[in-house]
C-alpha cells in the first residue's frame, strides 16, 4: 500500500508530506484547493507525463516521492527484480521535474527510465477517474481481467504452453521444407562436394599441425643440404682423399724420400685419418638428420589440399568438418526428406489440434466467467442509479487467430439504457455513469487483477444521495480487500472513511500568495467538514446534526 507521498515545488505546494493507512481515505476540499494537484503529483510519481507548469513559480524543479509497504509476492517486486533493482524493503518512486521540462526518475535510489516507471507504476496504483485511460477502461486489459475472475491461470498456461509446441512443431516443419527446396536445388553440387569433403576427410586442427610440421621438415632439408654437400666433398668424385691416400703411399714405398720427408708423411697421414673422421661424422649427422623428402612431399599435398578445399567453399579450414556435416545433413534431407516431412507434418498437426483444443476449453471457461461478472456487476448496478442499465462482456472467438493468449477478444461493453445499442464503455456511458460502472466493476474485481491501491477521483460528481451512499458503501467495501483513496465531495462517502484529510489553499507570506496545505481532520473538525459539505459556505446546527448522523451511519 501507498504509505507516505512527498512533494516539493508542485504547483501551489512548496513541501507537503502526506501520511496513509489501510482502508478508506478521502480528500476533501472546496473547488480549487488543490485536489487536482495531489493527483497529478502523485501520476507523475508514478510514471505519468511530465510537464514544467507543474513546477511551482520561482523554483527550479520539483520532486514527488511516494513510498510503499508491498508484500512479497507483490507483482511490483517482480518487475523489480526482472530489472535488477533491489526489492528487499520499500519501494521508493522519486520523480524531479525540471522547470525546463526534462524529467529524471529513480526507484530504491536507482535511476530508472520512465516506461520503467511507468510499468512500475501501473502494477502500484490503479487511478479512476471519469475518462480516464489509464484503468479498467482499456481494452487491452480485458481479457486479462476476465482470466483472473474466473481464476483461469491453469488454463492461460495450458494455451500458451500448447501455442509454443504448436509454433516449434511449425518452425521445424517450415525449417525442413526449406531446406529440402534448397537440397534440391543444388543436389548434384551437394553430391560432389560431400564425395569430395568425405574423401578429405579434414579433422579440427589438421590445418596448424601439418603447417608446423612443414616448417619443421623444411628446416630439416635446408641442413641435410648443407650436411650433404660436406660429405660429398669428403667421399664424392671431388673428394681429395683417394688422391692423398696414393701420394702418400707412393712415397712411402721410396725410402729416399721417406728418410728425408719423415715429418710431411707423419703429418699427410694424420691429416688423412682426421678427414676420415669428418667424412664418418658427416656420415653420421646425415642420418640423424632424419629428413625424408616423399613425407615433406606428402605433408605439402595434404596440407595444400585442405587449404584448397577451404578457398573453394569459402570457410576456414577447421570449418571444413563442419561444413561436410551440414552438407551431408542436406543431402540426408534430400533423399530421406519426404518421410521426416511426413512426420513432422504429422506433428504440426497434432499440436495445432491439441491447442485449438484447449484454447476452445478456455474459450468455454472465458464465457462462463464473463457470464458470472455480468451478473456481479449487475448486482451492484440497481443502488449506483444504474438499475436499467446492462453490463456486457462482448466475447469473440476466432479459431484461426491463435495466440499465445488464445483465440478470445474481450471488451466491456454497456447499454446504459433498454432499447439503445450496447457499445464499448468509453464510447457509450457518460462521465458519471463511467465512474459508477466503473465502481461496480472494481467491487467485484477487487481481489482478482486489482492493484494494492486504488485512487478514485471524484467519481460521485453529479450524484447524491441514495446515489452517492451507494458509492460510499462499495468504497467502504473496497477497502477492506485493498486501499482506497478517494477525492469526493459527497458528504455520504466522506463519512465513510476510516481517514479524512482536508486539502486547502491557505495565505502566505503576508497574503502576497497562496500555497496548499493538507490536514488530518478528527472528531469536531471532521464533524465540521462534512457539515460543510452538506450545507455550503454557511454551516447551521441541522447541518452539524445531519453530518453526525451520516456518521453513525444512519
Not at 76 to 94: E, M, P, Q, W
Not at 131 to 145: E, M, Q, S, V, Y
Not at 199 to 215: H, S, V
Not at 468 to 495: D, N, W
Amino acid at each position: 500500500m501507498l504509505e507516505t507521498l512527498t512533494i516539493r515545488d508542485i504547483v501551489l505546494i512548496e513541501r507537503l508530506e502526506i501520511g496513509f493507512s489501510r482502508g478508506l481515505t478521502v480528500l476533501t476540499g472546496e473547488t480549487g484547493a488543490g485536489k487536482s494537484i495531489l493527483l497529478d503529483a502523485l501520476s507523475l510519481a508514478l510514471g505519468g507525463r511530465g510537464d514544467a507548469g507543474l513546477v511551482r513559480h520561482g523554483a527550479d524543479q520539483g520532486q514527488v516521492t511516494a513510498v510503499f509497504n508491498l508484500g512479497s509476492g507483490h507483482p511490483a517486486r517482480a518487475v523489480l527484480k526482472a530489472n535488477d533493482i533491489d526489492d528487499s524493503g520499500d519501494v521508493i518512486v522519486r520523480r524531479v521535474q525540471t522547470a525546463d521540462g526534462r524529467t529524471r526518475a529513480f526507484v530504491n535510489d536507482q535511476a530508472v527510465s520512465a516506461n520503467l516507471l511507468k510499468q512500475l507504476g501501473v502494477a502500484l496504483v490503479e487511478i479512476h477517474g471519469q475518462h480516464d485511460d489509464r484503468a479498467l477502461i482499456d481494452p487491452a486489459i480485458h481479457r486479462g481481467l476476465i482470466d483472473a475472475f474466473g481464476g483461469l491461470d491453469a488454463e492461460v498456461k495450458a494455451v500458451a504452453d500448447a501455442h509454443k509446441a504448436w509454433r516449434s512443431a511449425e518452425r521445424a516443419l517450415n525449417d525442413l521444407e526449406r531446406r529440402i527446396a534448397d537440397a534440391r536445388r543444388e543436389g548434384d553440387y551437394l553430391r560432389s562436394a560431400v564425395d569430395e569433403l568425405s574423401k578429405l576427410n579434414p579433422q579440427p586442427g589438421e590445418e596448424t599441425t601439418l603447417a608446423e610440421r612443414r616448417q619443421v621438415m623444411m628446416r630439416a632439408e635446408k641442413v641435410a643440404v648443407d650436411l650433404r654437400e660436406a660429405y660429398e666433398h669428403l667421399n664424392g668424385s671431388a673428394s681429395p682423399v683417394p688422391e692423398l691416400s696414393s701420394l702418400l703411399r707412393r712415397l712411402e714405398r721410396k725410402a729416399e724420400v721417406a728418410a728425408l720427408a719423415t715429418p710431411a708423411l707423419t703429418a699427410l697421414s694424420t691429416a688423412l685419418d682426421a678427414l676420415e673422421d669428418a667424412r664418418g661424422t658427416f656420415e653420421i649427422a646425415l642420418r640423424e638428420a632424419d629428413f625424408d623428402p616423399a613425407e615433406l612431399e606428402r605433408t605439402e599435398e595434404r596440407l595444400f589440399a585442405i587449404r584448397g578445399a577451404a578457398r573453394k567453399y569459402s570457410v576456414t579450414p577447421d570449418e571444413l568438418g563442419a561444413l561436410a556435416a551440414r552438407m551431408a545433413a542436406d543431402l540426408a534431407d534430400l533423399d530421406a526428406g519426404e518421410d521426416r516431412l511426413a512426420a513432422l507434418t504429422k506433428q504440426a498437426a497434432a499440436t495445432r489440434n491439441a491447442y485449438d483444443a484447449a484454447a476452445r476449453k478456455l474459450s468455454a471457461a472465458r464465457e462462463k466467467a464473463a457470464r458470472l461478472l455480468e451478473e456481479a456487476v449487475l448486482v451492484e448496478l440497481p443502488a449506483l442509479k444504474l438499475e436499467r442499465a446492462r453490463f456486457i462482456v462482448n466475447q469473440l472467438a476466432d479459431p484461426e487467430t491463435r495466440t499465445a493468449d488464445g483465440i478470445d477478444t474481450l471488451e466491456f461493453w454497456v447499454q446504459t439504457n433498454p432499447g439503445t445499442r450496447p457499445g464499448p464503455m468509453m464510447k457509450v456511458a457518460s462521465g458519471g455513469e463511467l465512474s459508477r460502472f466503473l465502481l461496480a466493476l472494481k467491487v467485484c474485481l477487487a481481489e482478482k487483477g486489482s492493484a494494492s491501491t486504488l485512487v478514485f477521483d471524484e467519481i460521485d460528481t453529479g450524484v447524491g444521495g441514495a446515489v452517492a451512499e451507494a458509492i460510499g458503501t462499495r468504497l467502504a467495501r473496497l477497502s477492506a480487500k485493498v486501499q482506497v483513496l478517494s477525492v469526493t465531495h459527497a458528504p455520504q462517502v466522506a463519512a465513510r472513511a476510516n481517514h479524512h484529510f482536508l486539502i486547502a489553499k491557505d495565505a502566505v507570506d503576508g497574503g502576497s500568495r497562496v500555497a496548499t496545505s493538507v490536514s488530518p481532520l478528527e472528531s469536531q473538525r471532521r464533524r465540521e467538514e462534512i457539515a460543510r459539505m452538506l450545507a455550503g459556505s454557511r454551516i447551521t446546527e441541522e447541518a452539524r446534526a445531519a453530518a453526525d448522523r451520516l456518521l453513525r451511519g444512519e
